[in-house]
């Protein structure tokens, strides 16, 4: 076995068995389950379980409708959760958070919303290293109004090339699109020189939080951008829900996404008006139980040692890179290093698929993810296919690296 060790001390001050105790699928799967694939969907934790159990069994009713108490608790257990979730994100009031159904949706709100803004000719800038659901809303809703597309390229390491943001931002820019934390590189934007670029020419700034909110609570505030969203599923809460935080005064301003039940003031036949943010832009039954869930993670998580956590979970990230770099014909890609760095690597193994890579991890129980990790763009920028991704989350240890290390070793002797 290769693997490097571990930064002297790295976790000190964390039980990681206690910490691990709280998420029942590794009670349930035993000791030959190495979970690495965090980036696309987080373990569920006790507290979001048995919230979701909860609304499901004893507290089920709609929300915003009914006036026999179920239904008021319902209503009222929501706006918890929605204020749970503004709490983790910084947010100065829970009306700024809009319950979506997850990323997608909200990056969809933001685009759509957004574009009512937008003439023909006005541009939009994103980065060679979003996600497809941070490109493909922004072309659907630029078409509409003519907006022009434009990318951050990026540079050696793979991270933003912000250098090139005054060349790329000018008066046309109207809104600028990036991700907080890329799920192929694991590079952290540094969201403050965006800002600063969008704030000279007053672009609105959206930030895609989806890989950076499992690392710790995060300050919208202090990044100063104008929406932020991520997924619930990928915050150890259930898959369904997730939420758009928009700075108050813009959401004021915004039209509604979708239309129908419960975002309106007034409907008549000859048109209707609307109700004020954030139910403007959640038309019909939310996902009731995982935002319930999705309140009670981000409760759960605020209360915990993010400092410990950190250090944990960047202490394997290091001996997950070490190691990699000491088997033959594999080749990390992204950032060299651990600075401004999720847990996640992505990297090649020369001559070999990672489909074929993953079957062969899984075969020791470890769970890994190949392909293009919907970010095509990035994947052509770094002139390759695919890669095959191990992302980290708080619950992981040393015998989840190694046994990827140990696999990855068999994978090359036998098939590279
Ligand atoms: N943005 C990023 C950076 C992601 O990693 C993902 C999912 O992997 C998404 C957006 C989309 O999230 P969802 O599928 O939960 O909507």
Known sequence: MTAAPPPASASDGLDLG???????????????FHYLDSAATGQICRAAAEALLAYETRGRANVKRGVYRLADEATQAFERARAEIAAYLGAREAREVVITSGTTHALNIAAHCLCARLRAG?????????HHSNIVPWQLAGERVGAVIRAIPLDREGRLDLDRLGELVSRRTKVIAVTHCSN??????????????????????????AQRVPHGPVDVQALGCDLYAFSGHKLFAATGAGALWIRRELAEELPPFLGGG???????????????????????????????????AAAWLAGLDWPAIHAHEMALAGRLLAGLRTIRGIRPIGPEGLQARTPLVSFV????HPHDVCQLLDER???????????????EALGLEASTRASLALYNDEADVDALLEGLEDVVRRLA
């Open 18 to 32: 206690a910490l691990r105790s709280e998420f029942p699928i590794f009670t349930a799967r035993g000791p030959r």
């Open 122 to 130: 006005d541009e939009i800038l994103l980065s060679l290293a979003e």
């Open 184 to 209: 192929v590189t694991g590079a952290v934007t540094d969201i403050g020189r965006v800002r600063e670029a969008a704030q000279s020419v007053g672009a609105v700034l959206v930030v895609d939080g």
């Open 262 to 296: 419960e975002m309106i003031r007034r409907v008549a036949i000859e048109g209707s008006t609307f109700a004020a943010p954030p139910h403007r832009f959640e038309a019909g039954t939310p996902p009731i139980g995982p935002a319930l869930a999705l309140g009670a």
């Open 349 to 352: 193994v020369d001559g070999v």
């Open 365 to 379: 129980g470890v769970c890994t993810r190949g392909g293009h990790h919907c970010a095509q763009p990035l994947h």
